[in-house]
């Protein structure tokens, strides 16, 4: 199955990232190819993440995030259009409070995405209307160890609590990530959903 959203596909039926950049504007990330023994194959050591909240409306969810951020090892934590933090937010980071701290604050997604090498989208629906560019999701799992193929840098981009990423956020995604639920209340807090991707970041098997 090939997978793959703007700029970049994703060939995730062979277990392995093909980047395939057209005129892209983004920094170029390094992809692996022509590789014989995938088992032999060492994942390369510059791979980065960046977790990116698009208009977080409570502090709470910011102040848990920098402490999951802390659990799992990702340090790059970038804020798109969010409030100033309240007392609140630094409570719950708890041990986190360093990241916290270090937090970089934007108005706008594409500041946030300036060095941004690939960018993973995250939605609680694998599909919308019928819009081709949203129609192919990867589960968690597959993405950590399908994205350890390339060097970069990666953003994890996690909507608002409310509605999530928009249509147009979502298009500029490289790939598309779907937690699977109960349909029949499929949307996850946003720091649960944080939480499940960066766990699967961080398994042996996926690095």
């Not at 160890?145 to 990666?154: M, Y």
């Amino acid at each position: 199955m090939l997978t793959g959203i703007g700029k970049v596909s994703f060939d995730l039926s062979q277990g392995s990232v093909l980047a395939l950049g057209k005129g892209k504007t983004r920094r170029p990330a390094v992809a692996r190819d022509q590789v014989k023994n995938e088992k032999a194959e060492e994942a390369p050591a510059l791979l980065e993440f960046a977790v990116i909240l698009v208009g977080p409306k409570f502090q709470g969810n910011m102040g848990l995030i920098a402490r999951l951020m802390k659990n799992f090892g990702v340090s790059d934590y970038r804020l798109v259009n969010a409030p100033k933090l309240t007392s609140q937010a630094w409570k719950r980071a708890m041990h986190g409070r360093d990241i916290l701290e270090g937090a970089k604050f934007f108005k706008t997604l594409d500041e946030a995405l300036q060095d941004i090498d690939y960018i993973v989208g995250t939605s609680g629906i694998s599909s919308r209307h019928d819009r081709k560019h949203l129609r192919n999701f990867v589960r968690p799992g597959e993405f950590a160890k399908s994205i350890r193929r390339i060097s970069g840098r990666v953003g994890l981009l996690f909507g608002r609590e409310n509605y999530g990423l928009s249509v147009e956020e979502l298009t500029r995604c490289d790939l598309l990530v779907h937690i699977p639920t109960n349909p029949e209340y499929p949307i996850l807090n946003i720091s649960h959903a944080v939480a499940i991707v960066l766990y699967e970041l961080f398994q042996p098997q996926a690095r």
